[in-house]
């Protein structure tokens, strides 16, 4: 997108935010991502950008910084310090700890109302990959306009092409709006990472697209569905706004915080919601939630493997992933789509085409090891 397009966009939305997740913990991607260091501040891809980093840019391309704000834990301050410096430092807000994502985007959107009451916000996760990224913030503007004018919540569905079990899913029913290329349609139910057989009868149904964890509201309407659905929620955050955008902000959201309920905003709010529309895409878009979603959009060599900034010798191996430092040399025979992961002496060996095992053995090695050694 050229400079003259992010003008003209920053000038027909004058009232457009973003609100970037960033406090998620990325044990699925362990041993290169812990809870001290997770993958929205690592290169995971090997192209010189972390997720957080490529979520900014993204952005920034349809909405100035100054309007952009990232929600993150207070022990990663230097990664964002160090890999958004042209962010406003007071942009940058610190979560004491975790609540999940309604506390956090209840406490952004009051502070956006408090600076912007006829805002409208985009909400996004910081470590999902997108390929057509035109395409994506092309729709992401339209939807920015459309939530100018609506009451309804506005998210974003994908086509699926897979009856994957590690997303979420969304069940629309009637048309209810957009445009000839950008059909709104009624959302029906949403179904968190459903078993196999309920995800193969969903993409077979055709009425059930992937969840990206993008939305889009007025600030009006999410004010008002927390103050509907999350009264408790709704009070907390109403007390702390005369010390929104002030230098007391931080010291109140210290000591109030945590006295939040922990609640997906899904599970707040999405689920129990009427007024919750989906805009559907295929923007070469995946969360790069497991190793094999990393393997999938990586870049292959001729015997379709892996090697993430690894120095490696290969002999009749396919299909295989490999991360090890810079300065170990791994020689690798006869293996078949496996994971050979190595981070700070944590190794990880294993097939890479079940992601619930792979899980599970993460979980279970956490479990009965100290994890000051595995964290």
């Not at 913990?25 to 690592?42: A, D, E, N, V, Y």
């Not at 470590?127 to 506005?154: P, T, Y």
Request: proline content about 6%.
């Amino acid at each position: 997108m050229n400079k003259q397009l992010i003008e003209e966009h920053y000038a027909q939305q004058p009232h457009s935010y973003c609100i970037i997740l960033a406090g998620g913990l990325g044990t699925r991607f362990w041993p290169i991502s812990k809870p001290s260091k997770p993958k929205q501040f690592l290169d995971l891809l090997g192209v010189g950008q972390t997720m957080i980093q490529m979520t900014y840019k993204r952005y920034l391309k349809i909405i100035p910084k100054e309007r952009i704000f990232v929600i993150t834990g207070t022990n990663f301050k230097q990664f964002l310090l160090d890999q958004l410096p042209d962010l406003p430092e007071e942009n940058i807000m610190f979560e004491p700890v975790n609540r999940s994502t309604a506390p956090c985007i209840a406490w952004a959107s009051y502070r956006i109302k408090k600076m912007d009451p006829d805002a409208t916000v985009v909400v996004c996760p910081a470590d999902h990959l997108i390929m057509e990224e035109d395409e994506f913030l092309e729709r992401i503007s339209q939807g920015l306009a459309v939530a100018s004018k609506r009451k309804d919540i506005l998210t974003i569905g994908i086509n699926p092409n897979r009856p994957d079990t590690s997303y979420g899913y969304i069940q629309v029913d009637d048309e209810v709006g957009g445009t000839t290329s950008n059909r709104l349609y009624h959302v029906k139910t949403f179904t968190e990472k459903p078993e196999y057989e309920q995800a193969k009868l969903f993409v077979e149904s055709g009425e059930f697209y992937w969840n990206s964890g993008h939305f889009i509201w007025h600030i009006d309407v999410i004010l008002k569905a927390i103050r509907d659905r999350l009264p408790d929620l709704a009070d907390k955050m109403e007390q702390g706004v005369p010390y929104f955008d002030t230098p007391d902000e931080q010291s109140w959201i210290d000591t109030n915080f945590p006295t939040c309920d922990s609640v997906s905003i899904d599970y707040g709010i999405l689920e129990y919601a009427d007024n919750v529309t989906v805009s559907i895409g295929d923007f070469g878009w995946t969360d790069l939630g497991s190793w094999s979603s990393l393997h999938q959009h990586a870049i292959h060599d001729e015997n379709d493997n892996v090697l993430l900034d690894s120095t490696t010798e290969l002999y009749d191996t396919k299909g295989c992933l490999v991360k090890i430092p810079k300065n170990k040399l791994a020689i690798i025979e006869g293996l078949e789509n496996y994971l050979v992961v190595e981070e700070d002496n944590l190794l990880l060996i294993c097939p890479s085409n079940d992601d619930v095992k792979i899980r599970d053995y993460i979980t279970s090695a956490l479990l009965k090891y100290p994890r000051k050694k595995l964290m």
